[in-house]
């Protein structure tokens, strides 16, 4: 029988400036563990990084590489929060349900920095993001996010009018914004990296290209890959945008979405500094929103799009290149350099999943977009949940999963209109 094809990193930006990192070898026979997760991006690292450290046995089965996945290839933006606030939650799920979840809304920003300074991860973290207001309407929303956040203990915010625009970013279309100095950014694959590492060095397992291929439930779960089984007491699900079908409940409640990223050549220093002049991330307040930042070697990193499907580096360029210019005229000379497209999940009611299935298998999925700061929690939740208490996981838990109507044949066609709906809001400003 032939091997299956090795998966390597997508041709980013990212994957040509990763930090060297060990080739982890398939997992052949069969390994016996106290937990096994499906997935190395950050929800399974986080998820056996915090279990390793608790003292737990972890093996981490990856289909490709480390950071494969949205981990390795997003804008690299801390944004604090979930992608519905806790004004949403509490009209939906009550005043219980917001407060909980508002407690730990901006936790896995903490965690991440905690994790970085811990394990020593190099991987260019700076501060502050910022979110921008095109109109006075999206403006008048962050004055309320700021006051909806700090009645959750969330300090350090700051609200930005037209004039303080000049000192944020170099781009004449904004009416204000909200900077957020506890979100930041950084170089996402190198921070994949260096948790993997930690999780090694605590004695944690990883086995890339191995693919989850059937899950046996029972007392211990078993799990086959192509050449091999882990047996365990606890399983895992953290393959989220990318698991595909392997757990048909969990496939039919989420949808994954693209989103496209290019990357400018290296900017002269002063140009570069000019377009951000605190080194900010920023992120529009559009439903189909634009996201950028510099490069710790002076790139413009833009971001925007969620289309369905793959698209080549050229047709990324094509598609985001104009917004690019859109917002930064001044680098009409400029080449790109890359271009790349990944997956995130999104749910109908744009909150994360997290749960159970039967006593022994636990998931966390579809963070709609907003996740380097939602996984970072959810591995903490999951770990104190295997470890007896789940009271905080269960906060999550707890939220109503809704299938997409119409199931799956119906999933995409109906994002799309729901995705033209909004696309017409934001070009209309309402
Ligand atoms: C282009 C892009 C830009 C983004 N920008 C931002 C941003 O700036 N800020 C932000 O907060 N969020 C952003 N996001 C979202 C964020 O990156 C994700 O929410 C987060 O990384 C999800 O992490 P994860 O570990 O749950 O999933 P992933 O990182 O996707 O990891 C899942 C892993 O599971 C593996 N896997 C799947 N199935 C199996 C199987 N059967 N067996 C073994 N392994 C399997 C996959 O290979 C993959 O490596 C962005 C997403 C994308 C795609």
Redesign the pocket.
Known sequence: MNAPARLEHTSSYYAASAHPAPMRPPLQGVQQVDVCV???????LSTALHLAERGYQVAV????RVG????G?????I?NSYSRDMDVIERRHGKAAATALGAMAFEGGRIIRERIERYGIQCDLKTGNVFAAFTQKQLDELAAKKRLWESHGHTGLQLIDREGMRGIVASQQYAGALLDNWGGHLHPLNLALGEAAALESLGGRIFEQ???LKIHPGGRVRVETACGEISSRFLVV???????E?VPALAEKSLPCG???ITTERLPEALAKSLLPGDHCVEDCNFLLD?YRLTADNRLLY?GGTVYGARDPGEVERLIRPKMLKTFPQLADYKIEFGW????SLTLSRLPQAGRIGDNIYYS?G?S?????Y?HLAGRLLAEAIDGDSARFDHFAGLPHYPFPGGRALRVPMLTLGAWWYGLRDRLGW
Not at 341 to 344: D, I
């Open positions: 499906i997935g190395a991006g950050y929800t399974g089965l990856e289909a490709a494969w996945g949205a981990s290839r997003n804008g690299g933006q944004v191995s693919a989850a953290a393959g989220n945008a990318y698991l595909g392997l989103t496209q990223v996201y971001g497209t990944g997956n995130f999925q963070c977009g907003h996740g380097v700061t996984t």
